[in-house]
């Protein structure tokens, strides 16, 4: 019987168990169903038109000289004197004198060659006087006769001429060697390294200093083959120079200690082949007078130095300026359009014709008119349902934010002048003349700090505000401010 128990009760019990289940799945109740929709989300707007876009080309490169040369002496002879200018980095002017060779071998076969031109004038003198008398000779003896040209004394009168004129050749030679013993600088310039000094005995063939011209500099900048066809450079052919005298604007910047410092140049001339290890095209910008005290506290910019350029490129005509974070998989944008019942997002595939890190410049794909997603959305959907608020709304309510509390006074209702948000930045757009547009960059960053600011994030309003502010009054520019 004990045994009959031990193994009848746990089965029973599992029974029981199973039966309550069984009984607990067939009279539970079915969970209300419900089904989900996305709630709309609010996104800022812009409704886009046609403009030109300025091209800024980047690049960077270092300072060189136009013109470097070696300064070697024509004659021997020991080194008596040197200029306090022929030192490293040292300035001289065209026809300095920045050393001075030992002058007295010269000077000594100077009077040699003047009394050996003295004496062969003399004898070119009684020639020709010989021959004259000669002739009249001749002509009492032998009228109507001609004479020989050895009987005119043609021969000897040639070589006398010819004595003569080697005699002079001697004297300009020993001139131009005396000339030579000053080493003059062949135009302004800078001295790069040295090599002599006073006592040193030097001659033809000695290397002297390294020098190089101060009146242009030059910076050799690498584009690549889509940057060159930005640029407004004419295709230079066989026969035809390479220079262009009135090529592209270029601006150098060099940082150094915190400073910022700037130049103004041109685009002279294109390389005539691609770099075969980076595929890349060279084109040489040159600055006048780098050494010259052109600005008050900017220093010169000196051969070597590292600096950043910004080309000035090909103007796009009628092209779309939008933030390039908004380039979705680099091929498309979020537009906002209606479906009779609302705002949804719509997906636009477009064709970029120019993009830097800020902007993207669109050519094809868009409409004047359509209104530009700038929120960003994340997992965005066709189809998928928002509430649009026009970008002039939503800067106007976003200063109201970033203004200190003291300054915001009471609330103002819609009805009143200028009473609401939209209708102050309607007001503050309207006074922005059509002929100065807002920059590109600007009108990113303040893009970016509206979209902050719909997140939550309102930190980024205040200098956006303030930058708009700064720009306008740079450009004269009166805002309406808020009582």
Not at 171 to 200: E, Y
Not at 375 to 385: C, M, N
């Amino acid at each position: 019987m004990k045994r009959a128990l031990q193994i009848l009760l746990p089965i029973v019990i599992l029974g029981v168990a199973v039966g309550i289940t069984a009984l607990m799945i067939i009279f539970r109740k079915e969970p209300p169903r419900r089904e989900f929709q996305a709630p709309p989300r609010s996104v800022v707007v812009r409704e886009l038109q046609r403009e030109d876009y300025q091209i800024l080309l980047s690049s960077q490169g270092t300072v060189r000289a136009r013109t470097t040369s070696t300064l070697i002496p024509e004659v021997r002879g020991r080194i008596v004197a040197i200029s306090p200018n022929f030192r490293e980095g040292g300035f001289f002017e065209e026809g300095d004198v920045l050393g001075q060779i030992d002058r007295s071998d010269y000077e000594t076969e100077l009077i040699v060659a003047e009394a050996n031109y003295a004496q062969a004038e003399l004898r070119l003198a009684e020639e020709q006087a010989r021959a004259d008398q000669a002739k009249r000779d001749w002509e009492r003896l032998n009228p109507g006769q001609p004479a020989t040209r050895l009987t005119l004394r043609e021969p000897q009168l040639r070589q006398a001429a010819a004595a003569a004129a080697s005699a002079e050749a001697r004297l300009r030679t020993a001139q131009v060697n005396l000339d030579r013993t000053s080493i003059r600088a062949p135009f302004a310039g800078r001295v790069l390294s040295k090599s002599v000094d006073v006592g040193q005995f030097v001659s033809p063939g000695n290397q002297l200093a390294r020098i190089y011209a101060v009146d242009f500099a030059e910076v050799r900048l690498p584009l690549t083959a889509t940057q060159f066809s930005y640029l407004d450079l004419p295709a230079i052919y066989r026969g035809e120079n390479p220079n262009y005298t009135e090529g592209p604007p270029v601006r150098l910047s060099w940082t150094v200690a915190g400073d910022t410092h700037r130049w103004r140049g041109r685009i002279v001339r294109s390389e005539g082949a691609v770099d075969v290890r980076s595929r890349q095209l060279f084109v040489v910008a040159q600055v006048r007078n780098p050494y010259g005290r052109t600005e008050s506290g900017r220093p010169p910019l000196k051969v070597g130095s590292f600096v950043e350029a910004e080309i000035t490129g090909r103007v796009l005509e009628d092209v779309f300026v939008v933030p390039r974070n908004l380039i979705r998989e680099n091929s498309y944008v979020l537009l906002v359009d209606s479906n009779g019942e609302g705002d949804v997002l719509r997906r636009r595939d477009v064709t970029l014709v120019w993009e830097t890190d800020e902007v993207a410049v669109i050519g094809e794909g868009l409409e004047v008119g359509d209104m530009l997603c700038l929120t960003q959305v994340p997992l965005a959907l066709e189809e998928y349902p928002v509430q649009a608020v026009a970008e002039s709304t939503a800067l106007a309510e976003a200063e109201v934010q970033a203004a200190p509390v003291e300054r915001r006074g009471p609330p103002r209702t819609a009805g009143g002048a200028g009473g609401g948000p939209g209708g102050f930045m309607a007001t503050v757009l309207a006074a922005i003349p059509a002929e100065k547009p807002l920059p590109a960059e600007l009108k990113t960053r303040i893009d970016a700090a509206m979209a902050a600011a719909q997140s939550g994030d309102r930190s980024q309003m205040r200098p956006a505000m303030q930058e708009l502010r700064a720009w306008a009054a740079a450009n004269d520019i009166d805002l309406p401010g808020r009582n």
